[in-house]
């Protein structure tokens, strides 16, 4: 758990958060990925609220019975990763998204539905507490990808000044910048601060530096 919350959920979705969970230039080795493994996959659904205890420890002792089913989902999701990475990554930049990577989001909704089960205690929300497969912590991110691509306003879907991360802007005025003020807001105003105050050194030692004519009248 250490390893997975050291990346912040300020996505406002469940989708966007799992695309955070790594930061780095696209197309490139990331600066630093938090997935590592099936069982930080497990670690961070839980941490994501995605797993309830019960369920992030029945899938535990699962993949110590199915290590190569386990692998195999881990690897699936870092696919999953990838091409919501390029969807949501593509909208903040003002793109549309790829229609293989629309395909495989549909493909994958279809198997999430596949496995869910509409809750009324729950306004008839979908929800997988009966599923045990080892795909259960992707099923409701895939499922939150598609709600937020057919609800939201893509133009609130964007991408941190500071960093990589992606967040649904939920502000009033559409106004917000950072992934969160104590992160890349706080380092973007001290950057700010720092070049400011450089920049108003330099012209006092200019107009220190300056000659100064003598004035009128004296010698």
Not at 4 to 16: F, I, Y
Request: hydrophobic share 35%; proline share 6%; aromatic share 6%.
């Amino acid at each position: 758990m250490e390893t997975v919350t050291r990346m912040r959920l300020v996505g406002g979705n469940l989708a966007l958060d799992f695309v955070n969970t790594r930061v780095g230039p696209p197309g490139a080795a990331p600066d630093d990925d938090v997935l590592t493994g099936y069982p930080e996959l497990i670690a961070w659904g839980r941490y994501a609220g995605d797993l309830t205890d019960a369920e992030a420890t029945a899938l535990r002792h699962h993949a110590r019975d199915d290590a190569a089913g386990a692998e195999t989902t881990f690897l699936r999701a870092l696919h999953t990763r990838d091409y919501l990475d390029a969807i949501f990554q593509g909208l903040a930049a003002g793109r549309s998204p790829d229609p293989t990577a629309l395909a495989r989001l549909r493909d994958d909704e279809a198997d999430a539905i596949a496995h869910a089960q509409l809750d009324p205690d729950s306004g008839f929300a979908w929800t997988w507490r009966d599923d045990h497969s080892p795909a259960r912590p992707l099923r409701p991110v895939v499922h939150a990808a598609i709600t937020l691509l057919t609800t939201a306003t893509t133009q609130r879907i964007k991408r941190c000044e500071g960093c990589s991360f992606v967040f649904h802007d939920e502000s009033k005025n559409r106004s917000r910048r950072w992934c969160s003020m104590e992160d890349c807001g706080t380092a973007e105003k001290m950057r700010r601060y720092v070049a400011a105050r450089r920049s108003r050194l330099m012209r006092e030692r200019s107009s220190d530096a300056t000659p100064r004519r003598p004035s009128a009248g004296l010698p």
